[in-house]
């Protein structure tokens, strides 16, 4: 099994190391690939899109040609986990922000965010979340994360903080405003792997 993470700004080496982890833990022989060109998508079976800065991640996936090759990848079944920035990518509909920086989503998931909703870096928290499907809470790390505003067609929100969609799933698709790279807790990469 071979996993990708676009490695092109952001917290992309966490989720190397989480998707290593996840492997270990799940028994499974496995690669993970640090993606910075097209070429190396053609060998991953599973990509997460980390955080960063969207507009930045944005530009790079169309300046070096990964832009339409990640949307073929995800309208055709591969599983896709965008966190906090890659979140933000990976909806259909953005806010002002979106529209102002001229960020080109990928318009994969049947969702709005609010990019910068949870507000500025200082006010980044930590929040135990209650995830569908999940019997115990996940350690929520948000760090200018945004909000899912919200979820129509076949996307559905599997988790909210305060009454805020944090977390939503469309098929092999899944979006997270926090960070779960950033903890010791490999829960959603081994749900990512676990569907392939
Ligand atoms: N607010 C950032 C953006 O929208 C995302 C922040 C993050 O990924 N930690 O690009």
Not at 65 to 88: F, H, Q, S
């Amino acid at each position: 099994m071979k996993a990708g993470v676009i490695s092109l700004q952001g917290a992309a080496p966490e989720h190397v190391q989480a998707l290593q982890r996840a492997m270990e833990r799940m028994d499974v022989r496995g690669e993970v690939v640090a993606v910075r060109r097209p070429e190396q998508l053609a060998s991953v079976s599973c990509i997460v899109i980390p955080g960063g800065e969207s507009t930045t991640i944005s530009k790079l996936l169309q300046r070096l040609g990964l832009y339409d090759p990640v949307v073929r990848m995800g309208r055709e079944g591969v599983p896709i986990l965008g966190t906090c920035a890659g979140c933000v990518l990976l909806a259909s509909e953005g806010d002002d922000e979106v529209e102002r920086t001229g960020t080109r989503l990928l318009n994969l998931m049947d969702m709005k965010v609010d990019r910068n909703a949870f507000g500025r870096q200082k006010d980044s928290f930590e929040a135990p979340l209650r995830i569908e499907g999940m019997d115990e809470e996940f350690p929520g790390i948000f760090i200018r994360g945004p909000v899912i505003e919200r979820t129509w067609g076949r996307c559905k929100a599997l988790c909210a903080h305060e009454g805020r969609i944090v977390m939503a799933r469309q098929d092999n698709l899944l979006a997270t405003s926090f960070h779960p790279e950033l903890t010791g807790d490999t829960r959603l990469h081994e749900l990512l792997l676990g569907m392939l």
